[in-house]
């Protein structure tokens, strides 16, 4: 859904009138805590957007950052010399952050979300020093860690893959994730895993981005950390390895 098309068109407020209808709300006016959070709901989609693809409904990524949006009014200090949006943006991303925390099916520990945090942030890093994508193993370099470590923890906050979602479309229906995995026999399933479990982390996510997924070379590269000659060198090892097992 187009959120923006059906948010309702107010006229944007100057610093003055925001502050007013603030000092309103607070005071316990409901009409002016309406007003500002109709007026500031742009604001909540565009912060919203950023989080798309991470499993949410984005109905309930709305939901959640307008509840954002209302805290940031209650708690706004009328004292401070700063805009309200500058204040309110902070409040709504943490608001959604908290949300996703709180309903991942996954606990991850707090210190491999704080690796995967300065592994994220070492990567945004790099790509404006390098002008390309870095690898896992620079990034790792940067962090002085291993760079298997940082792919565990890359891995434990990846977005978890929902099975209705969709790998191909072309002409007719949709092929859906759970399709794929439901054409393979017990057995096969049986051996594939046992033969998935003996590879390595990148090499095990490499192999379920390309041959279950569907991602192409270019599209794995990216979701590693790597380039796509590096993807295409380790996939033909890795089926070789395979082959030989089987």
């Known amino acids: 859904m187009n959120w923006s098309s059906i948010l309702p068109d107010r006229a944007p407020l100057n610093d003055e009138e925001v502050r007013d209808l603030i000092s309103q709300a607070q005071a316990g006016n409901l009409e002016a805590r309406n007003f500002l959070v109709e007026n500031n709901l742009r604001l909540v989609v565009s912060i919203a957007n950023r989080f798309e693809n991470r499993g949410i409904e984005m109905e309930d990524l ?34 959604i952050k908290r949300y996703l925390r709180e309903s991942s099916p996954l606990r991850i520990s707090r210190s491999l979300k704080d690796l995967a945090h300065r592994g994220l942030k070492m990567k945004d890093q790099l790509t404006n020093e390098l002008g390309r994508t870095p690898t896992v193993g620079e990034i790792a370099s940067r962090l002085n860690v291993a760079s298997e470590e940082l792919m565990a923890a890359l891995e434990a906050v990846a977005p978890v893959q929902s099975l209705q979602q969709i790998v191909h479309e072309d002409e007719g229906e949709p092929l859906l994730l759970e399709d794929q995995i439901a054409t393979i026999e017990d057995d096969q399933s ?11 982390l990148e090499e095990r996510r490499l192999v379920l981005l390309r041959y279950f997924a569907e991602k192409s070379q270019t599209e794995v590269a990216a979701a590693l950390g790597i380039s796509q000659s590096q993807v295409s060198r380790l996939e033909k090892r890795i089926l070789a390895e395979l082959k030989k097992q089987l």
């Open 62 to 95: 709305y939901q959640i950052g307008s509840i954002g949006l209302v805290k940031a009014i209650d708690d706004f200090d009328l004292s401070y010399d700063v805009k309200f949006s500058t204040y309110a943006v902070p409040k709504i991303i943490g608001e």
């Open 190 to 200: 049986f051996l594939i895993n046992d033969l998935l479990s003996k590879l390595e």
